[in-house]
């Protein structure tokens, strides 16, 4: 399929002069090895983060007080997204109990205040930016020291319609109100830069021009100035998943941000939701042939734009997140609109479940007994503790405390021998191109 690639129009912060030790990591996503190391005063490992969900009030109206139905078929029936991504974790997921008040949420973010937590990134349902009760709970979070990242798609941040429709701002008003709270990063969804191909993706048609209001959110938000400070990156592209139809994209995606600023998140399927029914998990030329062939492109171009080098890859590692650290699983956990705990959105298997709701349970207890806690135990422990981790949820092949294998053979979206390819694919080029 011919392309036409159109990208928002942001000036170059950047041509190859990038301040010296420049990295394109979002802020208030990944920790350093030093925070990593923290414990609380009784010598507990802090939960320095956690993915969260916050319902809409409207919504935990006609979940949890509705009659006609279960818990699970009233979730789905009345789920607030005017949008319909094709893959989606959220949206198709069994729902056990009744969903969590906005109130509950701030109960459980003071108890894990006391825990170490720094940071949060809000993942649903639907967008925390149509919210009207968003400003209450970013003085919530910013009263509370609690940084937050805020996964969207855009659609308030480009449409004067919608900002004002919720708000009663413009959408660039929208932008620098948010701009003002220094505890928030936003991640906005870049897929695709090519028309077709992001709105194939989009099961609804309510907002048709989704792809036009995405650029202008996109605009808005340098506008604003979130991609101004290199050292304190508010604005990130998240480019997931990749899969056959914009794996040819995703380099030139990660050229584009990465020279405005805006650090670029890149990763395949996530195993839950709808992600867990894309054909790429079982298609192993994409996953262990195109996938580490864009992996060694992006590295290669890092080294290139000297970002990074060959040495700094091989003691750091090869990320499931291309040149970006992510140590989700061993330092937090996710807490789902129902109070479920869970690893992290990567992957919703049974095994990968921590407690069936934290409203009934210690959130202390949960944390140190969370499969996530003992794996980061077990690597301070050992001596291999890193700031970049293999997605624990995605990659096949990776031994868990006390439970073994749990991504097996054919069911992650990263193969077992995944990161040693790569890495040998950026030797093999740097030694060709020397």
Known sequence: MTKTLEFPKIKEKFQSDYPEGYRQWVSFWSFSKDEIMETTEDGTYKLLTLDISINPDDYLEEVNNGTEGSLTERAEKFYKCDIGCAHCFECKTH???????????????????NLGLKTVKFLGPGELLHNPRLFEILDFLQKNDIKICIFTKGLALGSDEQAQKIFGITA?????????????????????????????????????DLFDKRNR?????????????????????????????????VLEIYKWATMRNIPVVVAPTMISGRGSEMIEIK??????QLLVELYVDIYSWLIKENILSVAQIEEEGVAPYPGFA???????MFV???GRAQICPGNEGKDFIYHEDIRKGSLKEIWINSLGYKLRKQLIESGKMTIIQPCFAKSEGIEFPEKGVLVKHGEGSIPENFYAKVLEGIRNRITRTV
């Open 95 to 113: 729902t056990d109990n009744p969903l969590m008040t906005t109130e509950e949420v701030f109960e459980t973010l003071l108890e894990a205040k």
């Open 217 to 249: 959110a996109f605009e808005n938000l340098a506008r604003a100035g979130f991609n101004e400070d290199p050292k304190n990156q508010r604005l990130a592209a998240i480019c997931t998943p990749v899969l056959q139809d914009n794996i040819d994209e």
């Open 326 to 332: 992510c140590n989700q699983v061993t330092t937090g």
């Open 172 to 208: 660039a008003e929208f932008c620098k109100k948010l701009y003002g709270y220094p505890n928030v990063a936003v991640l906005m969804s870049f897929t695709s830069a090519d028309r077709k191909t992001e709105m194939s993706r989009i099961y609804s048609k309510k907002v048709p």
């Open 336 to 338: 789902r609109k129902d």
């Open 283 to 288: 298609d192993s030329y994409f996953k262990e």
